[in-house]
């Protein structure tokens, strides 16, 4: 299920200075595979349990470019974690997780625009590549969203993605 990489975006990810940091958002007993993918991938990650702390957390984390959340969540889904991220004013890339492969369920995150569906098992090489360019394609929204308002907010965000 995972989206094509396009060309100029590929050569972009392969020389990209900022290092991932991404929240993982699924209960502690589900995320132990995920969470084992994804440090052996070099990204930083900040677990959660729920959409509620999602929301705590993010309003403290300022530096996250990928929230990767389970399709269901005891307190919502992942529809709830799209309402929370849509309060505030970042772009940020969300991966949705879920057990089986769902055509339906990656049609639906597309249109609400999100990045794409990771489906279990969760294949390292995968994971990497996905989480590499959403990592991407939020650096480079919050770029143009910051040259767009204010040419000096686009140098403390390159700053700030560097850190």
């Given at each position: ?18 290092k991932i940091k991404a929240m993982l958002v699924m209960d ?64 940020i890339e969300v991966v949705v997780c879920s057990r089986l ?30 989480l590499e360019v959403a990592a991407a394609r939020s650096y ?24």
């Amino acid at each position: 299920m995972g989206a094509k990489l396009a060309p100029s975006l590929s050569c972009f990810v392969s020389n990209m200075p900022l290092k991932i940091k991404a929240m993982l958002v699924m209960d502690r007993e589900r995320r132990l595979l995920l969470l084992d993918a994804l440090e052996s991938c070099g990204i930083e990650v900040l677990p959660v349990c729920d959409c509620n702390e999602a929301q705590r957390m993010l309003e403290t984390q300022p530096a996250v470019q990928v929230v990767v959340t389970d399709a269901r969540l005891h307190d919502g889904d992942w529809r709830r974690v799209f309402e929370i991220l849509a309060r505030g004013r970042r772009k940020i890339e969300v991966v949705v997780c879920s057990r089986l492969s769902d055509y339906n369920l990656w049609l639906d995150v597309l249109e609400e625009g999100g990045y794409d569906v990771l489906v279990e098992p969760f294949e390292h090489e995968e994971v990497r590549r996905i989480l590499e360019v959403a990592a991407a394609r939020s650096y480079m929204r919050s770029l143009a969203q910051a040259i767009n308002h204010k040419p000096k907010a686009a140098r403390a965000t390159v700053a700030g993605m560097r850190s």
